[in-house]
Nanobody
Framework: QVHPVESGGGLQQSGGSLRLSCEAS????????VAWFRQAPGKEREAVSC????????YDSESALGRFTISRDNARHTVDLQLNCLNPDDPAKYYC????????????????????????WGQGTQVTVSA
């Protein structure tokens, strides 16, 4: 059983950067598909990025392209999300989610799975952006 735990959230100015990390108690994330979602007050939870296991291939949402980077840190056994060029659309609670082989890049999967398809979730870490 895997229990994701997020860290790294905080306050940044517009244009600034944060690095979020997802680590797990219990079972490791190393062989799972791992995704980052975010949810702002009054808005639906949306996918940000996803990273596969078999090919280690990242998926990026439109909002993430060119600004955010998902990666695995093999030494720390984490999945990290580098947030660059933060803007006023980015403040949200960011969640780490994991499940078996559901990210794009796993087998023949080419599309991002919805949040409801992920079985393991962290409690989230808050990202706040000041003007």
């Amino acid at each position: 059983q895997v229990h994701p735990v997020e860290s790294g959230g905080g306050l940044q100015q517009s244009g600034g950067s944060l690095r979020l990390s997802c680590e797990a108690s219990g079972d490791t994330l190393d062989t799972l598909s791992v995704a980052w979602f975010r949810q702002a007050p009054g808005k639906e939870r949306e996918a940000v990025s996803c990273i596969s296991y078999g090919t280690n291939r990242p998926y990026d949402s439109e909002s993430a392209l060119g600004r955010f980077t998902i990666s695995r840190d093999n030494a720390r056994h984490t999945v990290d999300l580098q947030l660059n060029c933060l803007n006023p659309d980015d403040p949200a609670k960011y969640y780490c989610a994991a499940d078996v082989a559901i990210c794009p890049g796993e087998g023949s999967i080419t599309t991002m799975a919805p949040a409801t398809d992920f079985g393991s979730w962290g409690q989230g870490t808050q990202v706040t952006v000041s003007a």
